[in-house]
């Protein structure tokens, strides 16, 4: 997972870049169902601190 999002990094192809580092963070951690972190549901930071201004 790892490999193949460096290299989507690389190739510029990376839209959900968040999710899949969620993804490799749960395979690594032996998790097997989601882990209860909202990084997979939140919105970008951008979206954030425009809604909060």
Same mark, same amino acid.
């Given at each position: 997972?790892? %490999?193949? &999002?460096?290299?989507? &990094?690389?190739?510029?192809?990376?839209?959900?870049?968040?999710?899949?580092?969620?993804?490799?963070?749960? !395979?690594?951690?032996?998790?097997?169902?989601d882990?209860? !972190?909202?990084?997979v549901? %939140? %919105?970008?930071?951008? *979206? *954030?601190?425009?809604?909060?201004?």
């Amino acid at each position: 997972m790892i %490999e193949k &999002l460096a290299q989507d &990094l690389i190739d510029n192809k990376v839209d959900d870049f968040v999710p899949r580092i969620c993804k490799i963070c749960t !395979s690594a951690r032996g998790i097997e169902s989601d882990c209860s !972190s909202t990084c997979v549901t %939140e %919105e970008p930071a951008v *979206k *954030k601190k425009k809604a909060k201004k």
